[in-house]
């Protein structure tokens, strides 16, 4: 396992990181708790120390069973995170009564990193009227947190303005091959480490686009003179960086643990070549040229008040792209059966509001309608 250390704080980490949003399920899609925690543990035993979770994910389910997996002395061997979740803060007295409920959740008297989850432009104007600061500040100074941190969706401005406003240990950003120009940006990640504020890297594969490319992007790998997996090229674009201490993999099955456990077994941090930076401009090119939606599948837009099923609408419709292998006609039939197509759609626009990529859902959703059905 790649290890490596949050510089300024002195935190030992690992540049593998176990995101827990997309833990094994059942087919009622639960969490499946036994399998969950047995992958923490084997995560943990083979190396890993950093775990992330969050109020949201699950369902709310994820922190009870990352409480439930770091028992028998597995808490004290990981840098634990979860997040505060400021869209459900109404009032200054609702941070610190959200952390209690966390950590009694999590089966523990502190977390280590504790992030403002997915902060933007209009969640930092609230955080800021409801004085954020003296509640990390009473959080530190109770124990119950050690290094104030913030995750992030919006745009490299928003970044660099709440990278301003406060002292952060740690910002986590969504950063991929496909991110260079999007989000907090290539460069906004450069001045977080000039500023000494390490960075966690969220969707290292977008949301398992880039793990399963089209032939043509698979072509391109293996023309390349060394020979590696979609997903460990996609990572490998990552832990290049010198800012990015730990990358965050949303592991569900076995067989990605232990793939991913294989990949970040490196004696030391790589550099890339040239040879290799051109390669990730011809993937990145290629991608786009093949795919429209571009979800990762994280479901904050869901559950939609009319039963949209937003997720498997775009998901489908950009493999359909990718694979291209006919219409996505019938796959969107079956969704129509459903009961859970873009026809249902009523534009209230609270996807919108909730998606971190900021995608237009509601004109992709009639633009895929009017496609597969001639509407």
Request: include cysteine.
């Amino acid at each position: 396992m790649l290890n490596t250390t949050f510089p300024r704080i002195d935190a030992q980490s690992t540049m593998l990181g176990f995101g827990c949003m997309r833990l094994p399920t059942t087919a009622e899609g639960k969490i499946d708790e036994p399998e969950a925690i047995k992958m923490i543990r084997h995560a943990i035993d083979n190396g890993l120390k950093y775990i992330d979770t969050a109020y949201p994910y699950h369902g709310g389910e994820s922190e009870i069973v990352v409480g439930k997996a770091l028992q028998d002395g597995y808490r004290e061997r990981v840098l634990l995170a979860t997040k505060l979740p400021v869209w459900k803060v109404e009032k200054h007295e609702d941070m610190m009564a959200l952390l209690d409920e966390q950590l009694q959740k999590l089966q523990t008297d502190h977390v280590d990193f504790y992030l403002l989850h997915a902060m933007n432009r209009d969640r930092l104007k609230q955080m800021q009227e409801l004085d954020y600061k003296s509640f990390l500040a009473e959080a530190l100074a109770q124990g119950k947190i050690r290094y104030p941190s913030f995750s992030f969706h919006d745009n490299a401005e928003t970044f660099l303005k709440i990278l301003d406003d406060y002292d952060w240990a740690m910002c986590q950003v969504q950063m991929n091959i496909l991110d260079d120009k999007e989000q907090a940006t290539l460069e906004g990640i450069r001045e977080a480490g000039r500023r000494g504020v390490s960075v966690v890297v969220m969707e290292p594969l977008r949301g398992g686009l880039l793990a399963n490319p089209p032939q043509d992007i698979v072509d391109l790998y293996e023309r390349f003179p060394v020979k590696r997996s979609p997903v460990e090229w996609a990572f490998r674009y990552l832990y290049s960086m010198p800012e990015v201490i730990t990358i965050l993999s949303g592991m569900s099955t076995w067989e990605q643990l232990e793939d991913n456990l294989r990949i970040f077994d490196l004696p030391e941090r790589p550099t890339l070549t040239e040879e290799e930076k051109q390669l990730f401009v011809d993937v990145k090119e290629a991608y786009l040229a093949c795919t429209k939606t571009r979800c990762t599948a994280c479901r904050y837009c869901q559950p939609c008040p009319k039963g949209v099923q937003i997720p498997r609408i775009f998901q489908g419709y950009d493999t359909t792209l990718m694979r291209r292998d006919g219409s996505f006609s019938k796959g969107y039939a079956r969704i129509v059966e459903d009961k859970a197509d873009a026809s249902l759609c009523v534009k209230c626009r609270k996807c919108e509001g909730a998606c971190p990529q900021h995608l237009p859902i509601i004109q992709y959703l009639e633009e895929i309608h009017a496609q597969c059905t001639g509407a």
